[in-house]
T-cell receptor
Framework: GESVGLHLPTLSVQEGDNSIINCAYS??????FIWYKQESGKGPQFIID?????DKRQGQRVTVLLNKTVKHLSLQIAATQPGDSAVYFC?????????????FGSGTRLQVQP | DTAVSQTPKYLVTQMGNDKSIKCEQN?????MYWYKQDSKKFLKIMFS???????INETVPNRFSPKSPDKAHLNLHINSLELGDSAVYFC???????????FGSGTRLTVV
C-alpha cells in the first residue's frame, strides 16, 4: 500500500552543525507535506509544512525541500541545538481533503552531541 | 489554556477490562482524530471525525469504538483489552481534514 518512509532511523550531529533528515514517499497524489517534532513524553509538534506547488520553504532555522520527481522530502535544521534532540516525522496528505488523514513516516531520531 | 487535552495520561489495566480515553480541543477545529503509536514510534490513524460524523475508520478491531458528543470532544472506548493494545494513543484536531494537526500529549496504555 501507500507509505511514507525515512532513510535514517537515527542521526547524531554535533551542536552547531546543520542537520538533514530525509523522507521518501510513495503516493504521487500527495499534495501536502508536514514535518513534526516529537520530544519524549509529548505529542508530535508542527514544525513546517509545504504544498506540492512549491519545492522549498523556509522557517526559523528550518528549511523543507520537496522533490516531486523522485518523491523525496527533506528537513534541514541550521545550527542544531541540544533542544532539537527529538524524533522527527514527515507526514503526507492527498486529496480529497475530506477523506484522508495524514500518513506518517516511521520517524528519525536526532541526537545532538554537546 | 491547553489546546488538545487527553485524559488520563497513563492507564494501566488488566486484560479483558473495558476502558475509555477522553479528548477535548478548544481550538474550534472541525475535525478530530485518534492515532496509535506503537513501541517503534510508528503513528497510525485509527479514526477521524468531522463535526461529529465518522469519516475515517481504518482497519481497527471493533473492540475500539469512538464517540463524538460534539465537535470539541472525541472519546475512545476499548472493550476486552488485549496485550497488543498496549501503546500510546494520541488525539489530534485540525481546522480541516488533512490540514495541519494539533496533537494532545498522549495516553500511555499498558495492558497487563
Amino acid at each position: 500500500g501507500e507509505s511514507v518512509g525515512l532513510h535514517l532511523p537515527t542521526l547524531s550531529v554535533q551542536e552547531g552543525d546543520n542537520s538533514i533528515i530525509n523522507c521518501a514517499y510513495s503516493n504521487s497524489a500527495s499534495d501536502y507535506f508536514i514535518w513534526y517534532k516529537q520530544e519524549s513524553g509529548k505529542g508530535p509538534q508542527f514544525i513546517i509544512d509545504i504544498r506540492s506547488n512549491m519545492d522549498k520553504r523556509q522557517g526559523q532555522r528550518v528549511t523543507v525541500l520537496l522533490n516531486k520527481t523522485v518523491k523525496h522530502l527533506s528537513l534541514q535544521i541550521a545550527a542544531t541545538q541540544p533542544g532539537d534532540s527529538a524524533v522527527y516525522f514527515c507526514a503526507e496528505a492527498s486529496p480529497p481533503p475530506g477523506r484522508r488523514a495524514l500518513t506518517f513516516g516511521s520517524g528519525t531520531r536526532l541526537q545532538v552531541q554537546p | 489554556d491547553t489546546a488538545v487535552s487527553q485524559t488520563p495520561k497513563y492507564l494501566v489495566t488488566q486484560m479483558g477490562n473495558d476502558k475509555s480515553i477522553k479528548c477535548e480541543q478548544n481550538l474550534g477545529h472541525d475535525t478530530m482524530y485518534w492515532y496509535k503509536q506503537d513501541s517503534k514510534k510508528f503513528l497510525k490513524i485509527m479514526f477521524s471525525y468531522n463535526n461529529k460524523e465518522l469519516i475515517i475508520n481504518e482497519t481497527v478491531p471493533n473492540r475500539f469504538s469512538p464517540k463524538s458528543p460534539d465537535k470539541a470532544h472525541l472519546n475512545l472506548h476499548i472493550n476486552s483489552l488485549e496485550l497488543g493494545d498496549s501503546a500510546v494513543y494520541f488525539c489530534a484536531s485540525s481546522p480541516r481534514t488533512g490540514g495541519d494537526y494539533t496533537f494532545g500529549s498522549g495516553t500511555r496504555l499498558t495492558v497487563v
